[in-house]
Nanobody, 124 residues
Framework: EVQLQASGGGLVQAGGSLRLSCATSGFTFDDYAIGWFRQAPGKEREGVSC????????YHSDSVKGRFTASRDDFNGLAYLQMNNLRPEDTALYYC?????????????????WGQGTLVTVSS
């Protein structure tokens, strides 16, 4: 059974940092890209980052470019999203998900498996 679980969210002040983790099991982790999405109340799910198998391809949305960095630990089946210089508009439920690659990084419908989200709240 494929499982993903995002963790590491919390409450942080604007300008602060958080590192999200995505623990996975049930599939060959290093064969898949890992995407990060977020969904704020009343808004659509937004793709913010994707890191392909072997870290050969990376995507970050314009809204997080230069502030968020995705990484992965293929040996342990873990993915990370380092979030720096957080802003109140980054407040959302954050999810990790799998896809074959990052060709459609920003589109949730291409991702096959999803974990439960972790809540990030940034206060001003």
């Amino acid at each position: 059974e494929v499982q993903l679980q995002a963790s590491g969210g919390g409450l942080v002040q604007a300008g602060g940092s958080l590192r999200l983790s995505c623990a996975t099991s049930g599939f060959t982790f290093d064969d898949y890209a890992i995407g990060w999405f977020r969904q704020a109340p009343g808004k659509e799910r937004e793709g913010v980052s994707c890191l392909s198998s072997g870290a050969g391809s990376t995507y970050h949305s314009d809204s997080v470019k230069g502030r968020f960095t995705a990484s992965r630990d293929d040996f342990n089946g873990l993915a990370y999203l380092q979030m720096n210089n957080l802003r109140p508009e980054d407040t959302a439920l954050y999810y990790c998900a799998t896809d074959a690659d990052c060709d459609h990084a920003e589109s949730a419908r291409y991702y096959d498996f999803w974990g439960q989200g972790t809540l990030v709240t940034v206060s001003s």
